[in-house]
T-cell receptor
């Protein structure tokens, strides 16, 4: 079945780049997503990438996809304290049903 | 549009009681999803609707759980005879889905505590 794995914690200094990694097992995944969750809030979609792409850039966010290794990463440039949150990787294969990782808690130190 | 709305935000109940949660999706979104999230984990898929039809249910959804979307707009999730293991955040999401491409917008969730 589908499985999505992420490292649990990442700590960076303000102004540095953050790289959050994710691996997935389902080779038929068609879309991969990154969500952000702040305390007490629902999930906010940050960006997504289609499986036939290997890179997508959106302002401070860069998504890299290595489909051969089933590896996805999210790079946040110039990380700010407001970026502190839990980041979830998710994949979908059919009819939009998504499988999520357990999230990476990003802590940004001033 | 005010986004996906979930009510109540918090629910505390005693074991064995029934509870019902409501989700109001973004208007005209055809798909509506329910997920469950426990502390330290990502959301786990429970069920989803395309318009009023319930198209898929997870194995996680025991017979005590039922979901409806009677007119293809709002949805309710009912848990009968609650157990302590049901304590979690219940998240609703909606989307205008076309095939596999599906941008889901999440509500803030209903946090259930079963005592």
């Amino acid at each position: 079945g589908e499985d999505v794995e992420q490292s649990l914690f990442l700590s960076v200094r303000e102004g540095d780049s953050s790289v959050i990694n994710c691996t997935y097992t389902d080779s038929s995944s068609t879309y991969l997503y990154w969500y952000k969750q702040e305390p007490g809030a629902g999930l906010q979609l940050l960006t997504y990438i289609f499986s036939n792409m290997d890179m997508k850039q959106d302002q401070r966010l860069t998504v890299l996809l290595n489909k051969k290794d089933k590896h996805l990463s999210l790079r946040i440039a110039d990380t700010q304290t407001g970026d502190s949150a839990i980041y979830f990787c998710a994949e979908s294969t059919n009819a939009g049903k998504s499988t999520f990782g357990d999230g990476t808690t990003l802590t940004v130190k001033p | 549009d005010t986004g996906v709305s979930q009510n109540p935000r918090h629910k505390i109940t005693k074991r064995g009681q029934n509870v019902t949660f409501r989700c109001d999706p973004i208007s005209e979104h055809n798909r509506l999803y329910w997920y469950r999230q426990t502390l330290g984990q990502g959301p786990e898929f429970l069920t989803y609707f395309q318009n009023e039809a319930q198209l898929e249910k997870s194995r996680l959804l025991s017979d005590r759980f039922s979901a409806e979307r009677p007119k293809g707009s709002f949805s309710t999730l009912e848990i009968q005879r609650t157990e302590q293991g049901d304590s979690a955040m219940y998240l609703c999401a909606s989307s205008w889905g076309q095939g596999e491409f599906d941008i889901q917008y999440f509500g803030a969730g209903t946090r259930l505590s079963v005592l």
